[in-house]
């Protein structure tokens, strides 16, 4: 059975640091794209930093020089790395799998069922 589970989220003051993680079972790590979303009550999701197969590394331009995207393979487990954080930062943040077979719906569509999709993490960012 294919899970992902996303931990360390937490409340910081703005300017802090917070990690987030997630971690993968049932499937290859390297078969997949690894992504981190977050979605802001009222907002629509966002995509924030994504690990590609092929190595490759994306950030929305509102995190980059901020945010790191990192993998254990070992521990199958993928990394977020959050510095300087701002109030508008603040969501839950969803770790999702794509490219395996198969997916459970997605917090931001639940119609969007090609990933598989962690139960989310809360960052709140204080002023």
């Known amino acids: 059975e294919v899970q992902v589970v996303e931990s360390g989220g937490g409340s910081v003051q703005a300017g802090g640091s917070l990690r987030v993680s997630c971690t993968a079972s049932?499937?290859?790590?390297?078969?997949?794209?690894m992504g981190w979303y977050r979605q802001a009550p009222g907002n629509e999701c966002e995509a924030v930093s994504s690990r590609y197969r092929d190595g490759k590394t994306y950030y929305a331009d509102s995190v980059k020089g901020r945010f790191t995207i990192s993998q254990d393979n070992a521990k199958n487990t993928v990394y977020l790395q959050m510095n300087s954080l701002k109030p508008e930062d603040t969501a839950v943040y969803y770790c999702?799998?794509?490219?395996?077979?198969?997916?459970?719906?997605?917090?931001?569509?639940?119609?969007?069922?090609?990933?598989?999709w962690g139960q989310g993490t809360q960052v709140t960012v204080s002023s």
């Open positions: 049932g499937f290859t790590f390297d078969d997949s794209d």
């Open positions: 999702a799998a794509t490219g395996l077979y198969g997916g459970t719906p997605s917090p931001c569509d639940p119609t969007d069922t090609k990933s598989y």
